[in-house]
């Protein structure tokens, strides 16, 4: 006996789910890659508009290519461009934290 197909409702749940699980790789990895790059260096010469501004920075960005990345993709969001994309973003919150220099207060 073969076990009944999915529902169009189970499937909208599971695709929902998985979407919402990519969202949150996208904010957390680069920000965590964000927070480990200043806590190895001490978050030297970082002020507090360095602490609101930069990991704001990081999350909009992150977000932004999620949204571009999921309205572009056809057939929906593909596992290999998006580790791509998170490596990219990584990379791009590690060079915030390391190349942008302090702002005065």
Do not use: D, Y
Request: aromatic fraction near 12%.
């Amino acid at each position: 006996m073969k076990p009944a197909p999915p529902t169009a409702a189970a499937v909208q749940r599971a695709k929902r789910r998985q979407t919402s699980r990519w969202l949150a790789a996208f904010v957390v990895l680069p920000l965590g890659v964000w927070f480990v790059a200043g806590f190895s260096r001490g978050f030297e010469g970082k002020s507090l508009s360095n602490f609101s501004l930069e990991p704001l920075l990081v999350i909009v960005a992150s977000c932004l290519v999620f949204f571009a990345w999921t309205l572009v993709a056809r057939g929906g969001p593909k596992p290999l461009a998006g580790i791509i994309l998170l490596l990219l973003l990584s990379a791009g919150a590690f060079a915030i934290q390391h190349f942008v220099p302090g702002l005065r207060e």
